[in-house]
């Protein structure tokens, strides 16, 4: 499992929209807004996934950019 802590840029006028877009993706979680322009998100996703995740999100209409500031993962096992 990829836990990463994300920026989103956006305009001020877009925030609140892609906000709710992102809290409408799975294992997404929202933390509000930072400066009136970064919406502070974190992502879980299993690590082969994470860049299909962040993709998704950057395909939302309004996103300047997106920034990764923290990943971290775990060893992943399949069920026996």
């Keep these: 499992m990829a836990v990463a802590g994300l920026l989103v840029h956006a305009l001020k006028e877009d925030l609140f929209r ?3 877009a992102i809290r ?8 509000g807004c930072h400066q009136d322009q970064f919406i502070v998100v974190v ?3 299993h690590s ?3 860049e299909a995740v962040v993709a998704g999100i950057q395909d939302i209409e309004g996103v300047l950019s997106l920034y990764t500031t923290y990943v971290t993962v775990e060893d992943e096992t399949s069920a026996e």
């Design 48 to 50: 082969n996934e994470l």
């Design 18 to 20: 892609i906000e709710e």
């Design 43 to 45: 992502a879980e996703a």
């Design 24 to 31: 409408q993706m799975p294992e997404m979680t929202t933390y």
